[in-house]
């Protein structure tokens, strides 16, 4: 069995009965993970902090199953990519369609490849080809390998904040007593190649002052990277809207190249993404999360000069690798057209359905927080959002510590003891399948969570 809760002889009463009770109920995922923690290391996919991870078994609609069969409202819905929830019926007959009658993984190109090629085409200005992967790290990977062929320039503008993948140009961080208009880069982590600091450009996000560096920059700027809301700090407001028009206005400008990472804000933001919600055509953007269905995927699209490149290995000078032994394999593509196409056709219901929870779990919360005079506020992007433990406001990444107040670890072993799941990342999404009255038992759940954490002192 896997090592239970400590007991540091800190904790309050509630901290103490939480643990006790995440302990109890959780034996298989104790007994499962100790042979997992054998065998592997899981990384940041980790739960929460604990000191084993609980492991997921099974899945319908809103709801998540762990292994010892206790129940939860999920949160995470597949790191946002099940925007329908889970088991949806039109994905999943569509992938056991594929599966019955004509088998997965072939390697070369496949009829379904076309449809959802056309739906992504359709659905977003910025998109004339498309290219698909496996992740969305792939996809920002081979963005980032055509912006620099197509410019002949190699440094990358990344916005203080940003998370792009798990490859080396997707990670970093602004050092964190680097001015705020003018913060420099660190690598994150370990094993990241120190001279890629040299290649990137950190930039202050929400500033004009942006604008100023990619102008100097501009010879050297192959692209400018962004997410249309940062899963560190989700925003959507007016001045985002501003902010991510002139940003493009000034990429134009400088011919330095415009790109709108949608990984997570693709069919999500919008049936058209930012892009839709923004009115802006980038000049490449990546995709992954909810494009696949709920399978592995990720893709490219921008404009078709650019993406030739793709096709010009050998060519033409600029002509780029790229490969993937499973790129856009039939499965995929059958449950990414299943899943967009049911977008497509429900729009209508979908987006206003996700936008209204969204805005009435944060609210909810916030006002609660705001009446008990708790230092605890909700950031939401209409249907993204984070619990933040931080009574100030949070404008961008810099107003957030880097570690985590024991305020925000009790806070969710109570949730998850109540039944409601979150990642350890904290990113949190609505689905479709979430309803007003999950919502409003969350509401409930997240209170009495809070109180139990202020009962032992920590708020
Ligand atoms: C904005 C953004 N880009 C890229 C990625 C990487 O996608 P994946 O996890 O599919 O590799 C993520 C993942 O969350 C993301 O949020």
Known sequence: MAAAFADTGTLGTNGRAV??????????????SSRTGELMNMGSAASLEMPFPVLIENSDGPFLWDADGNKYIDYQIGFGAMVLGHKHPAVQSAIEDQVHHRGWHFGLHNPNQVPLAELLIKADNGVERVIFCNTGTEATMYAIRAARAFTGKWKLGVFDGFY?????????????DSPRERPTY???????????????????????????LIRQHKEE??????????????????????FLHELADVCRANDVLFMMDEVITGFRFAYGGAQERYGLTPDLATYGKILGGGLPVGAVGGRADIMALFNALGSDPRGIMSGGTFSGNPLTMAAGVAQIGYLDTHRAQVYPHLYRLGEKLATGINEYARSKNMAVQVLNAGPMFQIYFKGDEIRSSRDLNLTKPPAETEFYLHL????????????????????????DQTIDIVRTCLDLVREDGLI
Do not use: C
């Open 19 to 32: 643990r006790a009770s995440l302990d109890a109920k959780n034996t298989r995922s104790r007994e499962l």
């Open 164 to 176: 792009h993948g798990a490859h080396d140009y997707g990670i970093g961080l602004a050092v964190p």
């Open 186 to 212: 660190m690598t994150m982590g370990a094993g990241v190649l120190p001279a890629i600091a040299d290649h990137q450009l950190m930039l202050p996000y929400r500033s004009d002052a942006a604008f100023d």
């Open 221 to 242: 700027l192959a692209m400018v990277m962004i997410e249309p809301a940062q899963s560190s700090n989700p925003h959507m407001n007016d001045e985002i809207h501003d």
């Open 416 to 439: 998850l003891d109540q039944g409601v799941l979150v990642p350890g990342t904290r990113r949190s999404f609505v689905s479709y399948a979430h309803t007003d009255e999950l919502i």
